[in-house]
């Protein structure tokens, strides 16, 4: 429990593995009814101080439980993830439950279908357990731009829980669900679980459907899942990956056994630290941290090299111009026309739109569609976006060339351990600034796993970012797995 916290509360509470919980259904030790029921009672007393869960799916959940269950009684196989409780980003859509992307202007709305990975998980086995919180449709950094409230950090609640997948990454680091699946566009995967001490994943962009999932900025939005160690989050990936005909963008490239190759030794691969990713306004703890974990990559027999990324520095202009700018165009749908929140003060069509959009929409959300509304406007399009573009595809070839020597590239997942609730909120460049050792990634279309890598003094989880080639997830596991078991 962090030192300088007074009186802060700490709710972290590892779970069993997942293999751990899937043997004991089979073997009728553990039912998987029971459970669920289990983690319900949690959540209720749980859940009021963290403020991970917005809604709950108990009739599906335990309806499917008890389907898992049925089956081990027969004896019959029982599938990847059967009985095993999961927590969903309120990004992604349920069948007949909330989906609100924490905001105030899809208050009300229940889609009709399940997104793909949803709709993969519980074929699975999965218990769907609820829809967790997060940043407003997406866009932030310490999960306090939800319309319902932030989320606390179990390892410290006067912290954040990093965004936008806080309530993802808070719900498996304070055992309120095995594993959660949450979206990533510029780190919201990566960042919260560094910041909670879990693992989290950023597969390759098109590896697993977006179908399903509302939208913030197409070309850099992914799916991705949480758990408390890399072989479960292998094994998650391994069922929600996968060619999807509903998504245009999604990768048909077979898909591999991401938790057998977690296991592979990494004796002998190349690993590249880059220059760009250890120099100002990196926290000196987390540097430290870091720097043992390469240690370790070192003892286990990697080989260690410098390499360099230079328009790294160009990331962060680039990302928040081109992710304003999807932003302005996806988020034009949300009027009050057709579903979600209406105005009452709507004496006429153009009232409807300003006033429904200017009440339902929170103040990040608004200040992104203004920037990325200006990028897009007559005389400014070829000078912002066009530019940011074109510097996306130099970063992108940058990776392509340090991957022709390397087999993966670590680096610090954020550049401070997380921080104080409120501290960030008067400043949004300095919030945007702590995505800068993720947006390289997401723009580069690379897949990314973040696995815990030491403490520091105040007993706040440093994260190491493993990056990998296009369709490398295995490889990043395998890096993962390593650090994970060198125990930092």
């Given at each position: 429990?962090?030192?300088?916290?007074?009186?802060?509360?700490?709710?972290?509470?590892?779970?069993?593995?997942?293999?751990?919980?899937?043997?004991?259904?089979?073997?009728?030790?553990?039912?998987?009814?029971?459970?669920?029921?289990?983690?319900?009672?949690?959540?209720?007393?749980?859940?009021?101080?963290?403020?991970?869960?917005?809604?709950?799916?108990?009739?599906?959940?335990?309806?499917?439980?008890?389907?898992?269950?049925?089956?081990?009684?027969?004896g019959d196989p029982l599938p990847a993830l059967a009985g095993i409780p999961v927590g969903i980003k309120d990004v992604l859509v349920m069948r007949g439950a909330p989906a609100t992307a924490g905001s105030k202007i899809l208050e009300g709305y229940r889609p009709p279908y399940d997104a793909t990975a949803v709709e993969k998980l519980e074929a699975?086995?999965?218990?769907?357990?609820?829809?967790?919180?997060?940043?407003?449709?997406?866009?932030?950094?310490?999960?306090?731009?939800?319309?319902?409230?932030?989320?606390?950090?179990?390892?410290?609640?006067?912290?954040?829980?990093?965004?936008?997948?806080?309530?993802?990454?808070?719900a498996v680091a304070a055992n309120l669900a095995v594993a959660t699946l949450g979206s990533d566009t510029g780190g919201s995967i990566r960042q919260p679980a560094s910041f909670c001490g879990v693992v989290g994943v950023l597969p390759t962009y098109g590896r697993v459907s977006r179908y399903g999932l509302i939208a913030f900025a197409s070309s850099l939005d992914r799916v991705g899942p949480f758990a408390a160690n890399v072989r479960d989050a292998a094994t998650l990936l391994g069922v929600i990956a996968g060619h999807d005909p509903k998504d245009a963008t999604s990768s048909a490239a077979p898909v591999e056994d991401y938790a057998a190759e977690s296991d592979t030794p990494v004796e002998g691969l190349r690993i590249g630290v880059p220059d760009e990713y250890f120099g100002e306004g990196l926290d000196a703890e987390v540097r430290a941290a870091i720097e043992s974990g390469i240690a370790a990559l070192e003892a286990a027999g990697c080989v260690v090299k410098r390499v360099s990324l230079p328009h790294t520095r160009y990331a962060v202009p680039v990302y928040y111009l081109i992710a304003t700018a999807e932003a302005s165009a996806n988020l034009a749908r949300f009027d009050g026309v057709r579903y979600g929140y209406r105005s009452p003060a709507s004496e006429n069509l153009s009232a409807m739109y300003r006033h429904s959009r200017d009440e339902g929409f929170g103040a990040e959300v608004k200040r992104r569609i203004l920037l990325g509304t200006y990028a897009l406007s007559a005389g400014y399009y070829d000078a912002y976006y066009l530019k940011a573009q074109q510097v996306r595809r130099l970063l992108a070839e940058e990776y392509l060339r340090a991957f022709a020597d390397v087999d993966a590239i670590v680096t610090p997942t954020s550049p401070m351990p997380a921080f104080k609730l409120g501290e960030k909120t008067g400043d949004p460049l300095a919030m945007y600034l702590a995505d800068i050792y993720t947006v390289t990634a997401s723009l580069a279309g690379i897949c990314g796993v973040t696995v815990p890598c030491g403490t520091t003094k105040a007993g706040l989880p440093v994260g190491m970012q493993v990056l990998a080639a296009h369709l490398n997830e295995g490889t990043a596991f395998r890096v993962a797995r390593a650090v994970e078991t060198a125990q930092i």
């Open positions: 429990m962090p030192s300088e916290a007074k009186a802060a509360e700490n709710f972290i509470e590892k779970p069993k593995t997942l293999a751990e919980l899937r043997a004991e259904i089979a073997a009728g030790t553990t039912k998987a009814a029971d459970l669920a029921a289990g983690y319900y009672d949690r959540i209720a007393q749980v859940n009021p101080r963290l403020n991970v869960y917005l809604s709950l799916t108990k009739e599906r959940a335990l309806a499917q439980a008890e389907r898992v269950d049925a089956l081990a009684a027969k699975a086995g999965a218990v769907l357990l609820g829809k967790l919180n997060c940043d407003e449709f997406a866009m932030g950094s310490s999960t306090e731009n939800s319309a319902y409230g932030p989320v606390r950090n179990p390892v410290d609640t006067e912290r954040v829980p990093g965004g936008s997948s806080g309530g993802s990454a808070a």
